[in-house]
Every structure is written in structure tokens, then in C-alpha cells.
């Protein structure tokens, strides 16, 4: 990145309007007006072919005719005049243009190549684009305010939350709550098509920026993923990012023929980029504009555990409801806390977490409680519930949550829950702390739980994803390329297996065969009980095909399902799979005497231009698509992020043990998750895969895949 391109585009010292009006109804008349009344201090060229004038200032018919060479040219005129513009702006010297102009890639066909036509233009003059069909960017910096933009909002302070947008309406709403909430952004930015100036460019500028604490991202598809991953994970060790992805119910699942890839949506995969980067989700504009208030003014709180004050039972109780709900903890406190509270405190007040002050608990109360917890060694952040009663010094009780404060490493937020008019001097001291006063628990507890989600992440370990010495990645790339060479789609059983060996992970006993003798003799050599199952590119899912038989216990039994087989299965190339039976026979017990039923779990993966292979983890079996139970990661993968696919799924309690079951063995699973991590890495001919069950037990030897489906 070119950091003097952006520094030009936020900080530039002169501005041509090319496309500018006198309508006041247009865009060209907006962003002149908004640079005036924004207080931009350099100079501002009007561009008009026939004005002399517009809004109070010298109009020029070409940006050529302009007396100086422009930091920054907006572009507001008709998408076929856009090249040209660029061209002329190009042989003036313009570092930077804003193209407000719609009607590129969005509408498909030719606006797909005017926009590679404007950006090969601009390349010849190292002219950099930012948009088109964008909104622009503003900067609240006092000494360079800048407000290169067609919507407006009146920055009544300057504050610490930049906020870039994909959609300039959905940025634009950000922004004027984030104004009613009373704090004031640093930097904004909208660049819609992003044909050139990318949103992992702007956010690396902002990694930069001093005055930038927190920033707010609204994305709705990611173009460059690699790089996005890469700049953001570097961004989100030091400065939090929240995030919020729209166009989730309208982009549909490709249509796909493996379990895993009709899980797998773009959403999805965005959900694990953000994972995989620390940034904090958000599903709506309200929660991220709060969260942000939190972020922009209280330190990054050390742990889940909140202490909680309040003047009346009520609001303490739902503040209690509301973190846990959120995924806090309420501490007990220690003992030292409690004699110290129930010397200062009224005698009927409540010393345990929550602390209930009473309704008539003045400033000296409010203090003494607030101190306590903050000092608690079981307490991570505090949430101070206010209800102003009309018989308390309500604004000596807001002086004394100001003072602490301001005077504190731990997060403090504040509910207050009031009539804004009445108590507008009570709210503003509060404020003045830069301590955000939220209406309500559930709003506080929700900004908290993000905040204590970005503070886990931060503490994640840095290790690198394990590299497995053992693994045969010739051998493994070779039965790709063979299939491949074959034209062939999928894998077959036998090549599957042989794939997973590649890499140590382990598979059921299995033979493939033709006819029913040799399925007989490889039969013996397997050893029943055993399973049958069909092998065909044409047979996705076998189970609901008939396709596969378990539990069969002689070569009786199993000549008779090979005879049903071959009337059921009889086109080209179907292949019959002999394979050692390690599951529950019909009573609930395991096939093998002694050992605990297994449980069942897949692994799936399905490679994502650009971003590479997106895993899957989850219950296995016929369930994996009827319950969901799934969670997600991007490849290559760390011990933390292996460890963390099995143990985010809501079902994690029963491959730990429940109800007398033994623990499956977590530590073999989080191996085969990081073998197939490498093979994955290693092996991008890989389009889709399903282990599908891997059977898992108490006894990391038992551990296996018994069915595999690749797609290549």
C-alpha cells in the first residue's frame, strides 16, 4: 500500500468538483456545499463546461484549466464521460480521484468494462481511483477537516471511531447514530465498486492512524479475501474491528452435491474470516454503533466477569439476565469486598453480585460501591445501573461515577435510565468522563459481551499452524493428478482412503471390489461383521440410496446384499466397498465387545476462490444436515482454531461425556483435524470433501474415518 495515496485522499491541500452545479438538488452543488460548510481550509475548483460560478466560487470549464494541479478530483458526471475525465486528470497531475458516478460493474455487461476501462486509464497515469459509484470520505481531524462527501452529517466533535462502509447508505445510518448517541467519528469511508483503493487498503492506513480507536466495518462481499485476512489480523492485535456483513438471506448456497457445500453459504464464510481475524461480529446497525460507544471511550476488560450495581432490584436483575445471556459471568465477590460494602452501605442493602444500594443511595453510596468493585480481584468490568429518584443528589451520585471513572484500568459503563430532559445536566456529567451513558441493561450487556470477545481474542495463542513431518504429499498430489488426468469428478472410495493415509489419518479397514468373489475373499481378510456399501460418482448420498448395508455378519448374509446390490446398482463403473463395521449394532452396543458406542462427527471442507479452503466441523451421520450443530474455520489451521471448531458447536458436552459416557479421545480428533488442515493446504485440487462419520472413541486408536467423498 501507498500510504501517500491515502494521506492525499484524507488530508488533501486542494479539491476540484468535476461535474459541479448552482442546482442545489444535485450532487455536483452537495459536495462543494459540504466542503464549506465542513471547514475545509484549502482550495476548491468547481469544474463546469459553461458556469463561470457555482455555490461562490470560480468555475472552470476543464480540470486542464485549472490554475493549480488538484490533490483530489470528485468525478460527478455520466459514466461515459468518466474516461476522458480520468485522462484529462491523468496529464494534470491529480494524485487521487472520488468518482461518485454509477453505472460500472454494478450493472453488469458494459459497465463491467468501463470500469476496466477507467482503471487501465488511471493506471497509465498512476492516478488512483477511489469508487466509482461511491459515496467519498470524510476526516474530522480539527487542523484538515475534510468532508469529500454527498450525504451530511454535522460533526458537532471530533472522535475516535472511523467507520468504512461497502454501502454508503448503510455507512451514511452508522453515522448519523453514531451523532445522536453524542460522539463524533475520526475518518469515513464508502468506495462502493472498489475498482482501485481497496477496503484492506483503508483499514491498513487507519492501523496507522493514532486517533483511530476502534473501527466499524460494513462489508458485503470481500474481493481481495487473502489480503483482507492478512492486514485485519494484523490491525485486530492492537485495534478493534466490528463488523457487520448484510445480504445474508439473499445470497443463496451454490447448488452443490456433498453435505458440506449445502452448508456452506457466503456468509459462512465471511463468519469465519471474521473469526479468524478478531473481528467482532454484528448482524444490525444498533448493536455495532453501541458496541462501538464502549470500545471508543473504556479499556479492553481482561475477562468475562462483570460486577454489577444497582439502585433498585429490578433493573439489577435483568442487568444479571442480560450478561449471562451474553455469554458473562456474575463473580461471587470476596469476602474482603463484602465487609467493606456492609460498612458502607445502608444495612438493608444487598452485598452480593449484583450489589442493590437502594433507591435512596446518594453520591457517597454510589462511590463507595463503585470503588469496591472496581478493586474486586473477581471482578473484570463494572456496570453501574442509575435510576435519577427526584429524592437523591442524582448529580453528586454522576460526579462520583465520573471521578472513578476516570481514575480506573477496568472497563465501567453506565445504564442510566432516566427522563433525558429532566436530568440533561446529570446525563452530560456522566458523559464528560467519555463513559457512555446506555437506556438500558441489555443494550450495556450486549456492548460489554463484544468487548469482552475482542479482550479472549487478543489473549488467543500465536502459534503457527503444526506442520506433520510424516505425511507423504507426493504420494497424495499424485492420486489427484491420476483422477484428474482420468477426467474424473470425484475421487473413488479407494483413492479417498488412500489420500487420508497420505497424511496419517486414520480409516476403517476397507477392500474395493468388482465382482462377488473377490468381495468374498477380501471379505475374510476384513473380518465381519463388516459393512457394504456401494462406490459410484452417480451415488452421493448412499445411506438415503440404499446404497450401504452394516452389521453383516456372514458371507451368507453378505452374497445375498451383493445380489440386491447388483440389480439396484448396475451402471458403468459401480464398485462395491468391504469395510470393517466399528459402529452400533441394532441394540445400541458397539459392533466390538467392550468398547463404548462411538460418537459420530464429520469434517468437510469446500475450497473458496481467493480465501481457500473453508473446514467444517460437526455432529456426523444423517444429523449433520437435519441439526446443523456445525462451525466453521479457514485453512491452514492452528491447535487453538482445531481445538476451538470442536468445542464451539452447541453439542460439544456429548463428545466430552455425559450421563456415564466416557470423554472421546479430543486430543486424537484435534489431530486428524490439523492432519487434514495440511492435506488441505497442500492439495487446492481438492474442490469439496466430506469425512462422513468419523467414529470417535475413548481410545485414541480406535479413532477412524469410515466414509470419504472428495471432490476434485
Same mark, same amino acid.
Given at each position: 500500500?501507498?500510504?501517500?495515496?491515502?494521506?492525499?485522499?484524507?488530508?488533501?491541500?486542494?479539491?476540484? +468538483?468535476?461535474?459541479?452545479?448552482?442546482?442545489?438538488?444535485?450532487?455536483?452543488?452537495?459536495?462543494?456545499q459540504?466542503?464549506?460548510?465542513?471547514? !475545509?481550509?484549502g482550495?476548491i475548483?468547481p469544474?463546469?463546461?459553461?458556469?463561470?460560478? +457555482?455555490?461562490?466560487l470560480?468555475?472552470?470549464?476543464?480540470?486542464?484549466?485549472?490554475? *493549480?494541479?488538484? @490533490?483530489?478530483?470528485?468525478?460527478?458526471v #455520466?459514466?461515459s464521460m468518466?474516461?476522458?475525465?480520468?485522462?484529462?486528470?491523468?496529464?494534470?497531475?491529480?494524485?487521487?480521484?472520488?468518482?461518485n458516478?454509477?453505472?460500472?460493474?454494478?450493472?453488469?455487461?458494459?459497465?463491467?468494462?468501463?470500469?476496466?476501462?477507467?482503471?487501465?486509464?488511471?493506471?497509465?497515469?498512476?492516478?488512483?481511483i477511489?469508487?466509482?459509484?461511491?459515496?467519498?470520505?470524510?476526516?474530522?481531524?480539527?487542523?484538515?477537516?475534510?468532508?469529500?462527501?454527498?450525504?451530511?452529517?454535522?460533526?458537532?466533535?471530533?472522535?475516535?471511531?472511523?467507520?468504512?462502509?461497502q454501502?454508503?447508505?448503510?455507512?451514511?445510518?452508522?453515522?448519523?447514530?453514531?451523532?445522536?448517541?453524542?460522539?463524533? +467519528?475520526?475518518?469515513?469511508?464508502?468506495?462502493?465498486?472498489?475498482?482501485?483503493?481497496?477496503?484492506?487498503?483503508?483499514l491498513?492506513y487507519?492501523?496507522?492512524?493514532?486517533?483511530?480507536?476502534?473501527?466499524?466495518?460494513?462489508?458485503?462481499?470481500?474481493?481481495?479475501?487473502?489480503?483482507?485476512?492478512?492486514?485485519a489480523?494484523a490491525?485486530?492485535?492492537h485495534?478493534?474491528?466490528?463488523?457487520?456483513k448484510?445480504?445474508?438471506?439473499?445470497?443463496g448456497a451454490?447448488?452443490?452435491?456433498?453435505?458440506?457445500?449445502?452448508?456452506?453459504?457466503?456468509?459462512?464464510?465471511?463468519?469465519?474470516?471474521f473469526?479468524?481475524?478478531?473481528?467482532?461480529?454484528?448482524?444490525?446497525?444498533? @448493536?455495532?454503533?453501541?458496541a462501538?460507544?464502549?470500545?471508543a471511550t473504556?479499556?479492553?476488560?481482561?475477562?468475562l466477569?462483570?460486577?454489577i450495581?444497582?439502585?433498585?432490584?429490578?433493573?439489577?436483575?435483568?442487568?444479571?439476565?442480560?450478561?449471562?445471556?451474553?455469554?458473562?459471568?456474575?463473580?461471587?465477590?470476596?469476602?474482603?469486598?463484602?465487609?467493606f460494602?456492609?460498612?458502607?452501605?445502608?444495612?438493608?442493602a444487598?452485598?452480593?453480585?449484583?450489589?442493590?444500594v437502594?433507591?435512596?443511595?446518594?453520591? #457517597? *453510596?454510589?462511590?463507595?460501591?463503585?470503588?469496591?468493585?472496581?478493586?474486586?480481584?473477581n471482578?473484570d468490568?463494572?456496570?453501574?445501573?442509575f435510576?435519577?429518584?427526584?429524592?437523591?443528589?442524582?448529580?453528586?451520585?454522576?460526579k462520583?461515577?465520573?471521578?472513578?471513572?476516570?481514575?480506573?484500568?477496568?472497563?465501567?459503563?453506565?445504564?442510566?435510565?432516566?427522563?433525558?430532559k429532566?436530568?440533561?445536566?446529570?446525563?452530560?456529567?456522566?458523559?464528560?468522563?467519555?463513559?457512555?451513558?446506555?437506556?438500558?441493561?441489555?443494550?450495556?450487556? #450486549?456492548?460489554?459481551?463484544?468487548?469482552?470477545?475482542?479482550?479472549?481474542y487478543?489473549?488467543?495463542?500465536?502459534?503457527?499452524p503444526?506442520? !506433520?513431518?510424516?505425511?507423504?504429499?507426493?504420494?497424495?498430489?499424485?492420486?489427484?493428478?491420476?483422477?484428474?488426468k482420468?477426467?474424473?469428478?470425484?475421487?473413488?472410495?479407494?483413492?479417498?482412503?488412500?489420500?487420508?493415509?497420505?497424511?496419517?489419518?486414520?480409516?476403517a479397514?476397507?477392500?474395493?471390489?468388482?465382482t462377488?468373489?473377490?468381495?468374498?475373499?477380501?471379505?475374510?481378510?476384513?473380518?465381519?461383521?463388516?459393512?457394504?456399501?456401494? @462406490?459410484?460418482?452417480?451415488?452421493?448420498? #448412499?445411506?438415503d440410496?440404499?446404497?450401504?448395508?452394516t452389521? +453383516?455378519?456372514?458371507?451368507?448374509?453378505?452374497?445375498?446384499?451383493?445380489?440386491?446390490?447388483?440389480?439396484? !446398482?448396475?451402471?458403468?463403473?459401480?464398485?462395491?466397498m468391504?469395510?470393517?463395521?466399528?459402529?452400533?449394532?441394532?441394540s445400541g452396543q458397539?459392533a466390538?465387545?467392550?468398547?463404548?458406542?462411538?460418537?459420530?462427527?464429520?469434517?468437510?471442507?469446500?475450497?473458496?476462490?481467493?480465501?481457500?479452503?473453508?473446514?467444517?466441523?460437526?455432529?456426523?451421520?444423517?444429523?449433520?444436515?437435519?441439526?446443523?450443530?456445525?462451525?466453521f474455520?479457514?485453512?491452514?489451521?492452528t491447535?487453538?482454531?482445531?481445538?476451538?471448531?470442536?468445542e464451539?458447536?452447541?453439542s460439544?458436552?456429548?463428545?466430552?461425556?455425559?450421563?456415564?459416557?466416557?470423554?472421546?479421545?479430543?486430543?486424537?480428533?484435534?489431530?486428524?483435524?490439523?492432519r487434514?488442515?495440511?492435506?488441505?493446504?497442500?492439495?487446492?485440487?481438492?474442490?469439496?470433501?466430506?469425512?462422513?462419520?468419523?467414529?470417535?472413541?475413548?481410545?485414541?486408536?480406535?479413532?477412524?474415518?469410515?466414509?470419504?467423498?472428495?471432490?476434485?
Amino acid at each position: 500500500m501507498n500510504s501517500s495515496t491515502l494521506t492525499v485522499l484524507f488530508y488533501p491541500n486542494s479539491i476540484a +468538483i468535476i461535474g459541479a452545479s448552482n442546482r442545489p438538488l444535485t450532487i455536483g452543488y452537495r459536495i462543494s456545499q459540504n466542503l464549506k460548510d465542513a471547514g !475545509f481550509k484549502g482550495a476548491i475548483y468547481p469544474v463546469h463546461p459553461k458556469e463561470s460560478e +457555482i455555490n461562490g466560487l470560480k468555475a472552470y470549464p476543464s480540470i486542464l484549466a485549472v490554475p *493549480e494541479t488538484p @490533490d483530489l478530483a470528485h468525478i460527478v458526471v #455520466k459514466n461515459s464521460m468518466v474516461p476522458q475525465v480520468i485522462e484529462d486528470c491523468g496529464k494534470k497531475g491529480v494524485k487521487c480521484v472520488i468518482i461518485n458516478t454509477a453505472g460500472f460493474k454494478e450493472t453488469g455487461g458494459d459497465g463491467i468494462e468501463l470500469e476496466k476501462q477507467i482503471v487501465s486509464i488511471a493506471k497509465k497515469y498512476n492516478v488512483r481511483i477511489f469508487g466509482p459509484n461511491c459515496q467519498g470520505v470524510i476526516n474530522s481531524d480539527p487542523s484538515a477537516p475534510l468532508y469529500a462527501n454527498f450525504t451530511y452529517t454535522r460533526i458537532t466533535k471530533p472522535g475516535n471511531i472511523s467507520i468504512i462502509a461497502q454501502s454508503g447508505g448503510v455507512g451514511e445510518v452508522i453515522n448519523q447514530r453514531l451523532a445522536e448517541l453524542g460522539t463524533g +467519528i475520526r475518518m469515513y469511508a464508502s468506495n462502493g465498486n472498489a475498482a482501485d483503493i481497496s477496503i484492506p487498503e483503508i483499514l491498513s492506513y487507519w492501523a496507522e492512524d493514532k486517533e483511530t480507536r476502534v473501527i466499524i466495518l460494513h462489508i458485503e462481499s470481500l474481493a481481495q479475501p487473502a489480503e483482507f485476512i492478512r492486514i485485519a489480523s494484523a490491525i485486530t492485535r492492537h485495534k478493534p474491528i466490528l463488523g457487520m456483513k448484510t445480504g445474508r438471506t439473499a445470497m443463496g448456497a451454490r447448488a452443490v452435491s456433498s453435505h458440506t457445500g449445502s452448508l456452506m453459504k457466503a456468509d459462512t464464510a465471511i463468519d469465519a474470516v471474521f473469526d479468524k481475524c478478531g473481528i467482532i461480529p454484528f448482524t444490525n446497525q444498533e @448493536d455495532i454503533c453501541q458496541a462501538a460507544l464502549a470500545f471508543a471511550t473504556q479499556p479492553v476488560p481482561k475477562g468475562l466477569r462483570v460486577g454489577i450495581i444497582t439502585n433498585t432490584g429490578g433493573p439489577g436483575i435483568i442487568a444479571t439476565d442480560e450478561c449471562v445471556l451474553a455469554g458473562l459471568s456474575i463473580p461471587d465477590l470476596s469476602e474482603n469486598t463484602k465487609t467493606f460494602l456492609k460498612a458502607n452501605l445502608f444495612p438493608e442493602a444487598t452485598v452480593s453480585n449484583p450489589v442493590d444500594v437502594l433507591a435512596t443511595a446518594g453520591p #457517597k *453510596e454510589y462511590a463507595a460501591a463503585i470503588d469496591a468493585l472496581l478493586k474486586e480481584p473477581n471482578v473484570d468490568s463494572v456496570m453501574v445501573n442509575f435510576i435519577t429518584p427526584f429524592f437523591v443528589d442524582c448529580e453528586g451520585v454522576a460526579k462520583e461515577i465520573k471521578r472513578l471513572a476516570e481514575n480506573t484500568s477496568k472497563p465501567l459503563l453506565s445504564v442510566v435510565m432516566t427522563d433525558k430532559k429532566q436530568w440533561a445536566e446529570t446525563l452530560e456529567t456522566i458523559k464528560s468522563a467519555g463513559l457512555p451513558a446506555y437506556d438500558l441493561p441489555e443494550t450495556a450487556s #450486549k456492548a460489554l459481551s463484544a468487548m469482552v470477545q475482542y479482550g479472549l481474542y487478543r489473549q488467543r495463542p500465536q502459534a503457527p499452524p503444526p506442520v !506433520f513431518t510424516d505425511v507423504d504429499k507426493v504420494r497424495a498430489q499424485s492420486i489427484i493428478l491420476s483422477a484428474q488426468k482420468a477426467g474424473r469428478k470425484f475421487l473413488s472410495a479407494k483413492d479417498g482412503f488412500e489420500l487420508l493415509k497420505a497424511y496419517k489419518i486414520p480409516v476403517a479397514k476397507f477392500a474395493l471390489e468388482e465382482t462377488t468373489d473377490a468381495c468374498l475373499k477380501s471379505a475374510d481378510r476384513v473380518g465381519y461383521p463388516l459393512v457394504l456399501k456401494v @462406490d459410484s460418482e452417480t451415488v452421493v448420498h #448412499k445411506s438415503d440410496q440404499g446404497g450401504v448395508i452394516t452389521g +453383516i455378519k456372514n458371507s451368507v448374509e453378505l452374497a445375498g446384499h451383493l445380489k440386491e446390490f447388483q440389480k439396484r !446398482f448396475n451402471g458403468v463403473g459401480v464398485k462395491y466397498m468391504i469395510q470393517e463395521y466399528i459402529g452400533a449394532e441394532e441394540s445400541g452396543q458397539c459392533a466390538v465387545a467392550g468398547r463404548q458406542k462411538p460418537a459420530e462427527v464429520i469434517l468437510g471442507a469446500s475450497f473458496m476462490e481467493g480465501l481457500g479452503h473453508l473446514m467444517m466441523f460437526g455432529l456426523g451421520g444423517i444429523f449433520v444436515e437435519v441439526l446443523k450443530d456445525v462451525s466453521f474455520r479457514i485453512a491452514p489451521l492452528t491447535e487453538y482454531d482445531a481445538r476451538g471448531m470442536a468445542e464451539s458447536i452447541k453439542s460439544a458436552a456429548v463428545l466430552k461425556g455425559v450421563r456415564g459416557r466416557k470423554s472421546a479421545a479430543m486430543e486424537k480428533l484435534t489431530e486428524i483435524t490439523l492432519r487434514l488442515s495440511q492435506l488441505l493446504t497442500d492439495c487446492p485440487g481438492v474442490v469439496e470433501l466430506d469425512l462422513n462419520p468419523v467414529m470417535m472413541f475413548p481410545e485414541a486408536e480406535d479413532c477412524k474415518v469410515v466414509d470419504v467423498r472428495i471432490e476434485i
